[in-house]
């Protein structure tokens, strides 16, 4: 009987002792898997934030080849006219200053794309460039263009831009840095 107690108290043992390592492995395991999901997560950011930078990237490697582009037109009068695509005849000269503020705001723009400002940042240097009377005169005489860019960001920018310049225009005072709301980012 002896024998008897002492071979169930040591199969007991055993399953204690199994029971225990298996919990152990459990426990282990279930660390593992935790760390791992981490792993995967953090893996996730970084590769979403490699996309952002290759954007960011891409769009200041195309704001170049658009300057580079535009300084080529704005030098050379007989490449202007393949950019001249305002609404009504402009004088060569007036052609250039057209080019350059287009060259102004797509610099704005692209500042804002790749989130070198915000857009009440974005807002109040509009309101800045656009006291100059040519640079309004450019941005009516592109109208037509942007109409075409339905749904896009650069659209919903132009907007405010359009919004911004009929409170300009409407505006009681000469205080021009005060007049219009700076939109929140959203």
Same mark, same amino acid.
């Given at each position: !009987?002896?024998?008897?107690? *002492?071979?169930?108290?040591?199969?007991? @043992?055993?399953? &204690?002792?199994?029971?225990? !390592?298996?919990?152990?492995?459990?426990?282990?395991? &279930? =660390?593992?898997k935790q760390a791992m999901d981490t792993l995967h997560e953090r893996l996730g950011e970084?590769?979403?934030?490699?996309?952002?930078?290759?954007?960011? @990237?891409?769009?200041?490697?195309?704001? $170049?080849?658009? #300057?580079?582009?535009? @300084?080529? =037109?704005?030098?050379? +009068?007989?490449?202007?006219?393949?950019?001249?695509?305002?609404? $009504?005849?402009?004088? +060569?000269?007036?052609?250039?200053?057209?080019?350059? &503020?287009?060259?102004?705001?797509?610099?704005?723009?692209?500042?804002?794309? *790749?989130?070198? !400002?915000? $857009?009440?940042?974005?807002?109040?240097?509009?309101?800045? *460039?656009?006291?100059? +009377?040519?640079?309004?005169?450019? #941005?009516?005489?592109?109208?037509?263009?942007?109409? @075409?860019?339905?749904?896009? /960001?650069? &659209? /919903?920018?132009?907007?405010?831009?359009?919004?911004?310049?009929l409170q300009l225009d409407e505006a009681d005072t000469d205080e021009w840095w005060v007049?219009?709301?700076?939109?929140?980012? +959203?």
């Open positions: !009987m002896a024998t008897r107690k *002492i071979g169930i108290q040591g199969l007991r @043992s055993a399953a &204690a002792a199994g029971l225990g !390592m298996a919990a152990g492995a459990l426990v282990a395991m &279930a =660390a593992q970084l590769e979403r934030h490699a996309r952002t930078q290759q954007q960011r @990237s891409n769009l200041a490697r195309q704001q $170049r080849q658009h #300057w580079e582009l535009l @300084s080529k =037109a704005i030098d050379d +009068p007989e490449l202007a006219e393949v950019l001249d695509i305002f609404e $009504r005849p402009v004088t +060569p000269e007036r052609r250039r200053q057209y080019l350059f &503020a287009n060259a102004l705001y797509t610099n704005l723009l692209c500042y804002y794309r *790749i989130g070198n !400002m915000g $857009r009440d940042e974005f807002f109040k240097h509009v309101r800045g *460039i656009f006291q100059n +009377p040519i640079v309004r005169e450019y #941005w009516y005489a592109t109208q037509q263009q942007r109409a @075409s860019l339905t749904g896009t /960001e650069e &659209a /919903e920018l132009g907007r405010l831009v359009d919004d911004l310049l007049v219009g709301e700076p939109p929140t980012d +959203p």
